[in-house]
């Protein structure tokens, strides 16, 4: 028989000490792992969510911009678009975005602010001749047909497969308004 040393005694003592700690390890190395990937798929969302908050709010920029370049003073309705942020031509990438203009304020143009050579001031008068300006009096100190008006246009996008709105901006417009305007 041979005799056990106390040195092989403890070798087989620390064998299952090994695989204790080497277990334990495995088990917070996996937490780890699995908490990186939570914290993954979150950052993920975020990014997702704001990237789709950017497109509605260049959606809904878009969209107000093609108003102002139209002329929204004769008849300004809630006009709802689409518009593609893309340009791709698929469903996916196309906000319905509903811009409402609103007139804030408005003030009379005096006739002496007037050009009567010029053509777009040749609508503020009465008639296109210089005697006769179509206000009472006649006074050049008078006010015109014309106004500056103040307008506000608001945007709302709604991002595709979506019903809730993603996005609403906001923009002041400064635009004289033509007698035929609603102000």
């Known amino acids: 028989m041979k005799r056990i040393t106390d040195l092989q005694r403890s070798a087989r003592a620390q064998r299952g000490a090994t695989l204790l700690v080497a277990m334990i390890f495995l088990v917070v190395l996996t937490l780890i792992v699995v908490s990186s990937m939570r ?22 920029q878009m969209a107000i911009e093609d108003a102002i370049s ?69 006074s050049p100190s008078g006010n015109s047909l014309c106004t500056n008006a103040m307008w506000n246009l608001e945007g709302v996008a709604t991002p595709p497969n979506s019903s809730h709105p993603a996005a609403a901006i906001n923009q002041g417009v400064a635009q004289r308004v033509d007698p035929g305007a609603n102000c």
């Open 39 to 60: 914290t993954t798929n979150i950052n993920t969302r975020v990014v997702g969510n704001m990237q789709m908050q950017k497109e509605a709010e260049a959606a809904a």
């Open 70 to 138: 139209g002329d929204f003073t004769k008849a300004p309705k809630t006009n709802t678009v689409d518009v593609d942020v893309n340009n791709s031509g698929q469903a996916g990438s196309s906000y319905k975005v509903a811009v409402t203009p609103t007139c804030i304020a408005k003030q009379p143009i005096k006739t002496v602010d007037l050009d009567v050579e010029s053509e777009g001031d040749q609508s503020c008068f009465a008639t296109g001749s210089a005697q006769n300006t179509g206000i009472a009096g006649a």
